[in-house]
């Protein structure tokens, strides 16, 4: 099932030259699963070049044009319900760079800020807003340096609390990361949003700074700027895994029930050994340093309207022991977001509602981390376009995202 090695030379050869990478003609099909044999059947398909899974489910996966027929006919065989949701996704891809630079020359034009949400920011972008508020608010704001990706780009952590900008060591510690997986913008720009709000309308959340927050709204700084000049669908970080095949699932990395993998260059390839990668182990290294104090923990990814918690490592899955208080807060969190008008969230075990993972960042938060809460929070998508969210939805998304961290912190 692999298709022509002329075709991966000529994806290589693209990102050598750092041109964008095309994605005409790629399809991405809806399916829709009534048995977990029809999951495990699709499952062979993860690997294959020219096949991206948009979900851990596999409830949306993009197909490559030379593949689509042989798709197709895996699908009816399988009786697995399906439809093709986006015909083009380089048309999606380019109505999004179009808004982008339409956006970029309104906002010269008007002199306006940064601080909006009508955008995609940029790595410095967010970096120089987090200083700009250490600068303006020194009294509830700290920012650093936490490590150095494998590009020898910065990995900022921003911390937030009533203690002088310092984790207190006497209030329980929300520990956040965003932008693990590249190509999901919109949960960076949720976790962006939160800083601002927590921050510049401080006053309006006193109900949330019972607890210090820590934040990294950037873990893959460098699959992150890939992502925008080089290839949107970019997932993993920019390891240098063989001469044909670059990069790490950073969310496959971590040490806590990790798994070797034999396939370089796939999407979710773990690398060599647990918490091999730098932007891994400068996340594990500051969860390390407040572990006394480590209450919740928030990896926001996107995309589909789910709120998990660990273990999904196996199945049968085996639930954290208090399980029924992750459930409790899901369920809380949940009708938050609806009653402020947002969608509809799932809350579940990640193995039961999808399907195993090993070497995730919320099992290692449960597992070793020494956090008592831990979920991944899969956003909403941009409605059949998946990762690829419009601007204009950038601050819905982000609102309603927002009610699940004020729900869960006061529930801690």
Not at 35 to 62: I, P, S, Y
Not at 116 to 144: C, K
Not at 212 to 223: E, F
Request: with cysteine.
């Amino acid at each position: 099932m692999k298709f022509a090695g002329t075709l991966v030379l000529f994806a290589l050869a693209a990102l050598v030259a750092a041109e964008q990478v095309t994605y005409r003609d790629y399809k991405v099909y809806k399916l829709e699963f009534t048995t977990r044999e029809q999951q495990a059947q699709l499952k062979r398909w993860e690997n294959v070049e020219g096949v991206d899974f948009w979900d851990r489910a596999g409830h949306r996966v993009m197909i490559h044009p030379e593949l689509q027929q042989t798709f197709e006919k895996f699908l009816v065989a399988n009786k697995i319900a399906h439809e093709v949701i986006i015909q083009d996704v380089e048309a999606t891809i380019e109505a999004e760079r179009k808004y982008d630079q339409e956006y970029k020359k309104s906002k010269a034009a008007l002199g306006r800020s940064t601080v909006d949400f009508e955008h995609f920011w940029r790595t410095q972008e967010i970096y120089d807003y987090m200083d700009g508020l250490a600068a303006s608010y020194p009294n509830l704001v700290s920012v650093e340096v936490i490590g150095y990706s494998r590009e020898n780009r910065e990995i900022k952590s921003i911390t937030i609390t009533s203690s002088n900008g310092q984790v207190s060591g006497s209030k329980p510690v929300i520990f956040i990361d965003g932008g693990v997986h590249a190509r999901e913008w919109a949960g960076i720009m949720s976790v962006v949003y939160l800083i601002h709000e927590l921050v510049e309308h401080n006053s309006e959340y006193q109900d949330m700074m019972g607890s210090d927050w820590v934040i990294v709204p950037v873990a893959n700084p460098d699959g992150y700027e890939f992502s925008h000049t080089s290839n949107r669908m970019w997932r993993k970080n920019r390891f240098p895994s063989s001469i044909l095949c670059t990069g790490i699932d950073l969310n496959r990395n971590f040490a806590y029930m990790w798994s070797s993998g034999s396939n370089l260059c796939s999407d979710t390839y773990p690398g060599t050994e647990p918490a091999s990668e730098p932007e891994t182990q400068a996340l594990v290294s500051l969860m390390n340093r407040y572990r006394n104090n480590l209450s919740l923990y928030l990896a926001v990814h996107t995309y589909g309207n789910m709120i998990l918690y660990p273990f999904g490592y196996a199945w049968p899955f085996i639930p954290v022991s208090n399980a029924a208080e992750h459930i409790a807060m899901g369920e809380k969190a949940k009708a938050a977001v609806l009653a402020a008008g947002g969608p509809s969230y799932v809350v579940g075990n990640s193995a039961e509602i999808l399907y195993t993972a090993f070497g995730a960042s919320d099992d290692y938060a449960l597992g070793l981390g020494g956090f008592t809460y831990g979920f991944t929070l899969e956003l909403t998508g941009g409605g059949s376009q998946g990762f690829d969210l419009p601007a204009s939805q950038i601050q819905n998304v982000a609102h309603a995202t927002f009610q699940i961290f004020r729900s869960m912190s006061n529930d801690i």
